[in-house]
């Protein structure tokens, strides 16, 4: 993309999840097509300097505004303060509210072997991280007037919201009020000119789907079952996540996007 490319000018996306895989792939996207972006992570220390070497290149290279912020976007207290200070000159600008938190446990549904089963607990603290945090985010940006008259939140699930995989439980279940949450934002945040969409990748090999148990068998299935004979990478789904920022997009809402090169058909 030319770096003179000014298609969301004066636009901005928050990003939660943004250090690795689809987020940091948006991240990438979303600036080639002249985006401003506040990136919200957990990292180290160390990892966080290799980040920010790359978002100062890409600041560089796209003639963007990148802002990084390692905090916790979990935490309400966090997240009020987060707000707070962003909102300062970017009321209706915030174009795209992107949620990519991948934080789970991933546990048997009971104790087999030296294996500790989930407990409440768990599955409690897993389904607001990767569900109903995307509600509280949207609540507070749209409290706070941040949100472009034509804006757009995005989540992320998965085939497993619906299908066993091998210590996903607690994410599934968080999938699946992701999704259901999602028909409920469509509805009721459409007055405010804001459209909610999911987007299900295909088996992608970010960090977050190499902790799951036996995930190597995952891909191998994938790529075997894949019409295009390889697995879907974070560029192909950062892909649909611009598109979905488009003008043209303004009429999807409350829908599912499948983003597998056609997997789901075997």
């Not at 089963?117 to 768990?122: I, P």
Request: proline share 2%; aromatic share 6%.
């Amino acid at each position: 993309m030319h770096p003179d490319n000014k298609q969301f000018s004066d636009n901005w996306a928050l990003v939660l999840g943004g250090s690795s895989g689809f987020g940091l792939a948006a991240v990438e996207k979303l600036a080639a097509h002249g985006m401003n972006i506040a990136v919200l992570y957990r990292e180290t220390a160390a990892a966080e300097r290799t980040l920010k070497q790359r978002f100062a290149e890409l600041e560089q290279i796209n003639k963007v505004a990148i802002t990084a912020h390692n905090i916790n976007a979990l935490d309400g207290a966090a997240r009020t303060a987060f707000v707070d200070q962003f909102a300062d000159g970017k009321k209706g600008k915030v174009k795209l509210l992107l949620h990519s938190i991948a934080r789970g446990n991933l546990k048997p549904l009971i104790n087999e072997g030296d294996k500790e089963a989930l407990t409440q607990q768990d599955i409690q603290l897993t389904t607001y991280a990767m569900a109903t945090s995307m509600l509280d985010w949207a609540k507070d940006v749209l409290a706070a007037g941040l949100f472009h008259t034509d804006g757009r939140i995005i989540g992320l699930t998965s085939e497993g919201s619906d299908k066993y995989w091998e210590g996903y439980a607690a994410v599934s279940i968080a999938k699946a009020s992701l999704e259901s949450l999602t028909t409920y934002m469509a509805v009721e945040l459409a007055k405010y000119g804001l459209k909610t969409n999911l987007i299900l990748a295909g088996i992608t090999a970010t960090p977050s789907l190499k902790r799951i148990p036996d995930s190597d068998r995952l891909i191998a299935h994938a790529t075997s079952r894949n019409p295009s004979g390889r697995i879907t990478k974070p560029e192909d789904v950062a892909n649909v996540i611009y598109l979905l920022c488009t003008d043209e997009a303004a009429w999807i809402n409350g829908t599912v996007i499948r983003v597998d090169g056609g997997e789901n058909c075997r």
